[in-house]
């Protein structure tokens, strides 16, 4: 059974347009993360929530955002995709801080 | 500052033969370790973890690690690797009270000979 769910699982978009990804979770989880992986790279995270608390990475763009409506979901915010925001994002959820981390599939992003 | 290195990028191994990837970290505060594997186009998979106590943990395919305190090292070992091994694995390691942030490795990308 999926416990961390993405989608879509590839998504194209044109250089400057929004675009928002998906993530959802059946494990009542209350800690969800963004990790952002380019090619050949370890991921990198971008943000997490702490059930309604959101936590920032000091290096991450203005340009992405993120909103979790309820413990299930949450969702990654690119306002103005560049080139260099072509990656895989990767969803994880842990049930509370410094707890094992349990990813979803990943969404692939190409920006033409 | 924290860190983790995998100083192997790529390791080819024969089917059958045994499996060692090496993940050393630096950080200051009690660590707690994972190691995740990556196929092509996936998401990360847990394969084991280390929190406390025994230092050799058994995980998930097969999978045993070996915290070395006094080496700074939480290797990946494997008896005999299948060709379905192949794939990225990455260390990973965050600091007990922290926020919860992990640090991973640039990974160790395996490829299997038949």
């Known amino acids: 059974d999926a416990m961390v769910i993405q989608n879509p699982r590839y998504q194209v978009t044109q250089f400057g347009k929004p675009v928002t990804l998906s993530c959802s979770q059946t494990l009542n989880h209350n800690v969800m993360y963004w990790y952002q992986q380019k090619s050949s790279q370890a991921p990198k995270l971008l943000f997490h929530?702490?059930?309604?608390?959101?936590?920032n990475e000091a290096d991450t763009p203005d340009n992405f955002q993120s909103r979790r409506p309820n413990t299930s979901f949450c969702f990654l915010d690119i306002r103005s995709p560049g080139l260099g925001d072509a990656a895989m994002y990767l969803c994880a959820t842990s049930r509370d801080k410094q707890e094992t981390q349990y990813f979803g599939p990943g969404t692939r992003l190409l920006v033409l | 500052a924290q860190s983790v290195t995998q100083p192997d990028i790529h390791i080819t191994v024969s089917e059958g033969a045994s499996l060692e990837l090496r993940c050393n970290y630096s950080?200051?505060?009690?660590?707690?370790l994972f190691w995740y594997v990556q196929s092509p186009g996936q998401g990360l998979q847990l394969l084991l973890k280390y929190f406390s106590g025994d230092t050799l943990v058994q995980g998930i395919k097969g999978f045993e690690a070996e915290f070395k305190r006094s080496q700074s090292s939480f290797n990946l070992r494997k008896p005999s690797v299948h060709w379905s091994d192949a794939a990225e694995y990455f260390c990973a390691v965050g600091a007990q009270g922290s926020q919860g942030n992990l640090i991973f490795g640039k990974g160790t990308k395996l490829s299997v000979k038949p």
């Open positions: 950080y200051g505060a009690t660590p707690y």
């Open positions: 929530y702490y059930d309604k608390d959101f936590n």
